[in-house]
Nanobody
Framework: QVQLVESGGGLVQAEGSLRLSCAAS????????MGWFRQAPGKEREIVAA????????YYADSVKGRFTISRDNAKNTVYLQMNSLKREDTAVYYC?????????????????WGQGTQVTVSS
């Protein structure tokens, strides 16, 4: 079992930055690939970024490439999402998720554990 708790969300102006954190507790955090997803009102949940257990491979949705960076610190059992140049369309609830698969999946169905989410609101 893995428990995930996100933090770092909030209200930010367009072109601003936020860093989300996801603290994990439980067994073998370093064995899990991690992902960040988001869900905007009236829309389906979508992948934002994902990272392999070792941090050696990452994935980004096209909409955030060049603006967001996913990273992890296995010693601290934490995964991060650095979000720069934020846009209004980035407004959503952001979730971190963990999967025991080797490859960091890009669909929510591939993830076993989820955090409760943190709200990110970008104003113009």
């Amino acid at each position: 079992q893995v428990q995930l708790v996100e933090s770092g969300g909030g209200l930010v102006q367009a072109e601003g930055s936020l860093r989300l954190s996801c603290a994990a507790s439980g067994r073998s955090f370093s064995a899990y690939a991690m992902g960040w997803f988001r869900q905007a009102p009236g829309k389906e949940r979508e992948i934002v970024a994902a990272i392999r257990w070792s941090g050696s491979n990452t994935y980004y949705a096209d909409s955030v490439k060049g603006r967001f960076t996913i990273s992890r610190d296995n010693a601290k059992n934490t995964v991060y999402l650095q979000m720069n140049s934020l846009k209004r369309e980035d407004t959503a609830v952001y979730y971190c998720a963990a999967t025991s698969t080797v490859v960091a999946g890009t669909t929510e169905y591939e993830y076993d554990y989820w955090g409760q989410g943190t709200q990110v609101t970008v104003s113009s």
